[in-house]
């Protein structure tokens, strides 16, 4: 199995163009399942349904949420699709399995005042208060992933016009940036970042103050430092700057399939979890619905 494993990943990053985080997901998911049939000395090759369902109750019994659930079962699906599309099975035991039906919780968001006071915390009068002002409007201005700002490199920014080029896997979206966004943008990129790099080879458009590419802790941390400046009660995370983005705009009237696609979301559905928020009132493009554009 381990050898049809490589393969199967080797097309989903070669083929299939995932990113790197999705890739990782799925390779946890099928090593955590070759696992299982080797414990259970079951050929995954002649797997039935009733293997799957027994596997996806283990991952219950040992405590794995329904949505962690949902996510291995797609992971084993598609590698079994590969499996019969490549002829080393002639039927895939996944076929008629059901998900595990995911409750969806409402997203936690920020008010636009408690937005507009963790923004104000950063102080421009340091490199890093620079970039850290930068990286958080710009982290509200788009409602992109972490995984996705940290992975920017500075030629994905056009400055002149406005816009960032985001890249998810072999997808990309250009996401429009707001006035005060795009202003700490470029006092970072022409004051700030220039020193902090060490190397003129170093592309990452987000560093860290060692000037190399930022990784999600530490991105992580620096929200969780201002949202404590500002004394915020609630729990922020990077993702609820997302969660926020999409809010706001869609309260101030945004069409929900702009922000679909902003959002970088392949089904609607996904969308459409922030309709409860939304309010009856405009009908505005970015620049009106943003309360920071």
Not at 275 to 292: C, S, T, V, W
């Amino acid at each position: 199995m381990e050898k049809q494993i490589k393969l199967f990943l080797d097309f989903l990053q070669n083929d299939k163009k995932v990113s790197n985080n999705t890739l990782q997901s799925y390779r946890r998911d099928i090593i955590f399942f070759n696992k299982y049939v080797e414990m259970n000395k079951i050929n995954y090759a002649k797997a039935n349904e009733e293997d799957i369902q027994n596997y996806l109750q283990y991952l219950q019994t040992i405590g794995k949420k329904a949505s962690t659930i949902s996510r291995n079962l797609a992971s084993i699906r598609s590698f079994y699709q590969f499996l019969v599309k490549n002829r080393k099975i002639k039927k895939d035991p996944t076929m008629n399995i059901q998900s595990p039906k995911i409750e969806k919780k409402a997203p936690s968001v920020l008010t636009a005042k408690e937005v507009e006071l963790l923004l104000n915390q950063p102080k421009d009068v340091d490199l890093k208060g620079t970039r850290d002002k930068a990286m958080l409007e710009f982290a509200y201005a788009t409602g992109m992933r972490v995984s996705e700002i940290i992975d920017l490199n500075v030629e994905d920014v056009n400055l002149e016009e406005g816009f960032v080029n985001c890249h998810q896997g072999n997808k990309q979206r250009n996401i429009p940036l707001g006035t005060m966004s795009l202003k700490a943008l470029k006092e970072y990129c022409q004051e700030a970042r220039p020193i902090l790099i060490k190397s003129e080879e170093e592309k990452a458009l987000f560093v860290n103050i060692n000037g190399q590419r930022l990784t999600r802790q530490g991105f992580w941390k620096i929200v969780k430092y201002y949202k404590e400046q500002a004394h915020i009660t609630k729990d922020i995370t990077p993702h609820v700057l997302r969660h926020s983005f999409a809010t706001h705009l869609l309260q101030n009237g945004a069409d929900l399939k702009a922000i679909q696609t902003m959002l970088g979301h392949s089904d609607i559905s996904s969308t459409q979890v922030y309709m409860q928020f939304q309010d009856e009132g405009l009908k505005n493009i970015y620049k009106k619905a943003h309360p920071r554009a």
